[in-house]
């Protein structure tokens, strides 16, 4: 299994001359037997799908940035990270 995450590529806007010059171009078709490819049997297997449980969301809302309120967050973080 391959994952990677949304910024591993940040794609260029191509130029109106680019977008038009690839209209033109010639688009290869390749059949699966042209990269050697045959319809055996799969090489992987689906064995099942699972979710994992949703926990319950806090709704905690901490509107300043007082020494208090930042003590306060972090004694929620602790507490839920334990």
Excluded: F, Y
């Excluded at 078709?29 to 979710?51: F, K, N």
């Excluded at 449980?53 to 940035?65: A, S, V």
């Amino acid at each position: 299994m391959l994952c990677v995450t949304s910024d591993i590529n940040v794609p260029r806007i191509p130029s109106m001359k680019a977008i038009l010059g690839a209209g033109k171009k010639p688009v290869n078709q390749w059949q699966a037997s042209d990269i050697g490819w045959s319809q055996s049997a799969p090489l992987a297997e689906l064995t099942g799908i699972r979710v994992p449980p949703q926990t319950e969301r806090k709704h905690i809302i901490l509107d300043n940035d007082s020494p208090e309120a930042i003590a306060e967050l972090a004694e929620h973080l602790k507490k839920a990270l334990n």
